[in-house]
């Protein structure tokens, strides 16, 4: 036990490795503060297209939506990260990270969105319509915010996802959480930086989970 | 040097064709592998869960949390490097594949109890008051009403976490996107990586339409 201790929870390298860990903490934080609207603002985009009813717009986003949810968001990263310098465009991590939830975790907002809209019985466009507001006021003012409601739990759980899903920045450098322990692991040739991380990531999004396991009960509670 | 000789080298990529075969090869057999064992232990949660034993309940609602917290790939690093220190080296292909059937046992544990928890109660009174045992009522009357309703949530998840597999690449698994991109920095072309995603496109887009349609031929009818 004490030796578990030693490697797993070593308090003199937890002292010694929070401040970079911190700092990774820090930008855990911010990416994802930069990613999840970046994604939602993809998503409403694409949602948005989808609700022109016609074939010729339908069809190609159906094709952009499954084409970025089959690639796993890995590939599409390391893809912009080692491809483009060969076309002579450098993004660096970051960038390349940002450009990759546009189009990765847009694809999976576009859906739960365009799951929203549709739910939102056609008579409230029609009554809005016919009060005069403008196809985009009725969309902004009636329907989006009903759609959202209505698929609150999806978005919340789309958006647990990216969270997690920004730890893929430390395969590219970019020095968030699991990269900043990761350095300090190798630094101090212990694991006890890698399981703060996780404890941190833990505590972080437990609550959401919990949030998350109580709507969806209450879901299905109400069917 | 054109854009189609940069990104589509002929001989680069037939070059180097083998490799990514291979790393397609890796790539399935990870996958198989997360999805039985991950949903089989999913299964076996909510089956435990049913009985209702409450310290048994909290320590299984603890785990199934744990795991839908903590991102896939930090539990890749934590088994990979983590292990190690107490003697126990799991290769790179284990310990991405213990890690991604946890959280798949994770996700589909609460699947699989909310369609459990979605039969009505009336449904087991009725089937225990026919003589059906517990076993028998959750077998026969129970789990093949869940199963129903959880079979599009069930496979849009599996297809995501199994997406994951590329995150082996972190703790050197010769799956499609190490293979990739071992060729690119051996032949200092991007080629492999664009066969690489090619590949990926072929295995997981057939899955997501599949998914799309599964999800519309079983929907609940409200």
Known sequence: ?223 | MSFTETFFNGRVMLKYLPDILSGVVVTIELALLIIVTGIAAGLALALLRSLGVRPLNWLIIFIVDLFRSLPPLVIIVLIYFGLPSVNLSPSGFVSTWLSLAFVLMAFSEEIFWAGITSVARGQWEAARSTGLSFGQTLMSVVLPQAFRLTIPPLTNRTIAITKGTALGTVVAVTEILGQASSAVSNSYNPSPLMMGAAAYLVLFLPVVVAGRWIETRFAWKR
Do not use: H
């Open chain 1, 1 to 223: 036990m004490e030796a578990l201790i030693q490697t797993f929870f070593n308090p003199g390298i937890i002292v010694a490795a929070w401040p970079i860990v911190r700092a990774g903490l820090w930008n855990t934080v911010l990416l994802s503060l930069i990613v999840v609207p970046l994604g939602l603002l993809g998503g409403l985009i694409l949602a948005l297209l989808a609700s022109v009813k016609t074939p010729a717009v339908r069809w190609p986003l159906m094709a952009w939506v499954d084409f970025f949810r089959a690639f796993p968001p890995l590939v599409l990263l390391i893809l912009l990260f080692a491809g483009l310098p060969f076309a002579g465009l450098e993004l660096g991590g970051f960038a390349c990270v940002a450009v990759a939830f546009f189009l990765n975790t847009g694809a999976y907002y576009g859906e739960i969105l365009r799951a929203g809209i549709d739910s939102v019985p056609a008579g409230q466009v029609e009554a809005a319509r016919s009060t005069g507001l403008s196809r985009l006021q009725a969309m902004a003012y009636v329907v989006l915010p009903q759609a959202v409601r209505n698929v609150l739990p999806d978005l919340l759980s789309n958006t647990l996802e990216v969270v997690k899903l920004t730890s893929l920045g430390s395969v590219v450098a970019v020095p968030e959480l699991l990269y900043q322990a990761r350095q300090a692991q190798s630094i101090t040739y212990n694991p006890t930086p890698i399981v703060v991380a996780a404890v941190i990531y833990f505590l972080m999004l437990w609550p959401v989970v919990r949030l998350l396991s109580r709507l969806e009960n209450r879901a299905l509670a109400g069917r």
